[in-house]
């Protein structure tokens, strides 16, 4: 108790004593009447800000983040991505983060080959940046049924986790796009599982968790057990409503898969 703060009762105080004190300091305060060694100023004071504190401590570790780190020319693996966001955002507790990886070729090779400005409100991902993830979606394009350089030299930044094994024991999946039926929509995922391999990551596929979607046979559609996917083309294609609902589904079905792991 700090001087100035009032009267400690004994074990052995009377009733009449306390009073006579409390008459000698010129206190008329006589609402403390338990033996509680706090003053009531004190514990209206310290008792909210600990509930303050814990809640928002709660709050900050409940919510999982998944990245969607992709690399897209022409838009579509993009916009596979925005719409896998959804469906991980509509998890509750766990929420999606949009990166792109860095471009590797000139400006000018880019305006020859026509391809669109990259969206400004999408960021560039660094190597270091991937530890804050709970778990990772890699999207990209094929080369002849591979994943694009850009993705590659992505991965080969990550030296420095791979040494230390910092992405050990994360969940990853991938989805991607080709340009024709037979140009890889499963060899560009399963030749990039290798890169989760070295690292220790966990690969999430998505099954035939899709339904009846996966059985679809009137219409033509990207994507397979290992991953969404779309079908680009010539690059005027545009992604079908099938091929975008099960970008949507890998998502909401990684957020769960995360959010099982998290609760182990």
Not at 180 to 197: C, K, P, V, Y
Not at 206 to 223: E, H, K, L, V
Not at 224 to 243: F, I, K, L, M, Q
Request: aromatic share 8%; net charge negative; with cysteine.
């Amino acid at each position: 108790m700090g001087k100035g703060s009032g009267c400690v009762p004994s074990k052995k105080k009377h009733p009449s004593s306390t009073e006579d004190a409390a008459r000698h300091r010129g206190s008329t305060t006589t609402i403390i009447t338990n033996n509680a060694p706090i003053a009531v100023d004190e514990e209206i004071h310290e008792t909210p800000t600990a509930t303050v504190n814990s809640t928002n401590t709660q709050s900050v570790t409940a919510m999982l983040k998944v990245f969607i780190v992709f690399y897209s020319m022409y838009g579509h693996v993009e916009k596979l991505a925005k719409r896998m966001k959804k469906g991980v955002d509509g998890v509750d507790g766990v929420e999606a983060v949009l990166y792109r990886v860095p471009e590797t070729l000139p400006a000018d090779v880019l305006e020859h080959m026509k391809a669109p400005p990259k969206d400004s409100e999408v960021p560039e991902i660094k190597a270091a940046e991937l530890v804050e993830a709970d778990g990772v979606l890699f999207g990209f394009p094929t080369r002849y049924g591979c994943m694009a350089a850009q993705m590659k030299a992505f991965f080969d930044s990550t030296g420095q986790l791979w040494k230390e094994q910092t992405l050990a024991g994360k969940p990853a999946g991938f989805f991607v796009s080709t340009g024709t039926q037979g140009g890889g929509q499963e060899t560009t995922a399963w030749t990039a599982i290798t890169q989760l391999a070295h690292h220790g990551m966990l690969f999430v596929p998505i099954g035939y968790t899709f339904g009846a979607g996966m059985f679809t046979m009137d219409s033509i559609r990207g994507g397979s057990p290992y991953g969404a996917g779309v079908y680009a083309g010539d690059g005027t294609r545009e992604p079908t409503e099938t091929e975008l609902a099960l970008a949507e589904h890998q998502g909401k079905y990684m957020a769960g898969v995360i959010k099982r792991l998290s609760q182990a």
